[in-house]
């Protein structure tokens, strides 16, 4: 009995170990798991991604397939437009004369053809095809051309050209739309390095105020330091471990806002990839004041915007406002042969062209508008809307001038701040070592040399923001002269 116990005992225990390194196994293959699904990210592939899968830009091709749609519908209007109608009517008669009841059969068959030409000549043709009994056709054809109002191309096509313009700025609002998500994704980017390399700064100074506290206490403990020393450094290093927690909580806000700059889902496993800032900031090209003032015109994609806008809708405007006031004068002309009834010459194809039942007529209609005050305030409405626009397209060519020069400029400040800041870091390295070794022989306390390590903590964050601040300014100047996409290699596809 005890032998049997023994065994269910030790089998017991081999079935624990079993069972611990199952567990211990699988713990360590997680890990691996988990690793192989974090996908790594460098800054020129969320750029890529962020031009196909943002969804500001895939609205944006959205809206143009749109507007191509419509500028085909304006151009199918100078297009022949063809109809075709078909009826069949079957009639019963009853009457007490002799057969009772009488059956009629009547089959109709009308194609058409319309045009509109782009002086705005309406043409229109029918044939009639009528079978009853006998097969009487017709065929007619109007034509209606104004003569003063509503004649000639620029009133006649106002609507193609607004279809014109709508599709080429819905191509521009495309390489708009690219062109800001490709800039905000570099932003959250360099958000995401400056919050990674703010932890490692404070996880660096934490490090050292780790260092401090080791040695007050062996100083402590050799009786060269007085024991409230140590509370002194020991704040210093709370303080640390505190703003690694925030640094560490804006690091993951800023992912997050780099993920929706990107257009992905915020749950995501993704890391993003370390980049180099020195070598980044060579990758762009700082054209001088002047080039950048002009191409800021050149390139910009509001104001060529509302430069096709005032040279188009806004002055066709002006011209159908001003056509409305002019006398209507339409020449309307037709012409028809056939529609006949029964049977010899109004029957059959001959009937067509045999001279039988033809009609011909010319219409001159004559419209005088008379104190047309409607007419005439839309006239004025449309002068001061084109007015209004010429004087804000001109002060939106000095707001943009004048924001080329203060980012110009910036660039110039940030390029010399990044080489003050990066004196100051290095010199405040080299006090930081003066002072731990002045605090190691007791020539000054903790708070001093606290503050050291503070000041080398803020000129460490001063020298990272002063580079971040360069390459946004950088970024933002890209993105005013319009050569964001050809500095990434972004190509504009519309679909």
């Not at 029918?126 to 007619?140: E, I």
């Not at 903790?446 to 964050?461: F, H, I, K, N, T």
């Amino acid at each position: 009995m005890i032998a049997s116990c023994s065994l269910v005992v030790s089998m017991l225990h081999k079935v624990n170990v079993f069972f611990v390194l199952c567990v211990v196994g699988l713990n360590c293959l997680l890990p691996s798991v988990r690793a192989e699904t974090l996908r790594e990210l460098s800054l020129d592939e969320a750029i890529m991604l962020a031009v196909r899968e943002n969804p500001n830009v895939e609205t944006a091709q959205l809206m143009h397939v749109q507007q191509k749609y419509a500028l085909e519908i304006q151009q199918w209007q100078f297009q022949p437009h063809f109809g075709l109608q078909a009826t069949k009517t079957t009639s019963q008669t009853y009457s007490t004369t002799p057969g009772g009841m009488v059956t009629a059969n009547q089959t109709g068959v009308q194609p058409s053809v319309s045009l509109l030409t782009p002086i705005g000549t309406q043409m229109n043709l029918v044939s009639t095809n009528t079978v009853a009994g006998h097969y009487n056709p017709a065929l007619s054809l109007q034509v209606m051309q104004p003569l003063l109002r509503g004649f000639g191309r620029p009133i006649v096509e106002a609507a193609l050209d607004d279809a014109m313009e709508s599709e080429r700025i819905s191509r521009l609002n495309v390489e708009f739309q690219l062109r800001q998500t490709t800039t905000d994704v570099i932003n959250a980017y360099l958000d995401v390095i400056s919050a990674r390399n703010t932890l490692m700064i404070d996880q660096e100074s934490l490090h050292r105020s780790e260092e401090s506290v080791r040695q007050t206490r062996l100083f402590i403990k050799a009786g060269r330091k007085a024991g409230v020393e140590l509370v002194t450094v020991q704040a210093d290093a709370a303080s640390a471990h505190t703003k690694i927690e925030v640094d560490q909580n804006n690091l993951q806000q800023a992912t997050y806002g780099l993920l929706t700059a990107i257009g992905m889902d915020p749950n995501t496993r993704v890391t993003f990839r370390e980049v180099n800032i020195e070598r980044l900031i060579q990758k762009y090209h700082i054209p001088t004041l002047d080039e950048a003032k002009e191409m800021s015109l050149e390139k910009d994609i509001q104001y060529q915007v509302d430069n096709i806008t005032l040279n188009g809708s806004t002055r066709r405007n002006l011209q159908s406002a001003k056509d409305n006031t002019r006398w209507q004068l339409n020449l309307l002309l037709n012409g028809s042969t056939g529609n006949g009834n029964g049977g010899g010459p109004n029957a059959g194809i001959n009937s067509l062209v045999n001279g039988v039942n033809v009609t011909d007529s010319a219409t001159l209609n004559l419209t005088i508008p008379i104190d047309d005050r409607p007419a005439k305030m839309a006239v004025s409405n449309a002068k001061i809307a084109l007015r209004e626009a010429e004087l804000a397209l001109k002060q939106e060519a000095w707001a943009k001038k004048t924001n080329v020069i203060n980012v110009w400029n910036g660039i110039y400040s940030a390029m010399r701040a990044i080489r003050f800041a990066k004196q100051a870091e290095d010199l405040q390295a080299k006090t930081w070592k003066i002072s731990f070794q002045k605090y190691s022989f007791g020539l000054i306390d903790g708070l001093e040399l606290q503050a050291a390590q503070q000041q080398y903590r803020a000129a460490q964050q001063i020298a990272l923001s002063a580079k971040i601040d360069y390459l946004k300014a950088l970024t933002r100047l890209d993105l005013l002269v319009g050569a964001t996409l050809k500095t990434w290699n972004v190509k504009v596809r519309y679909t």
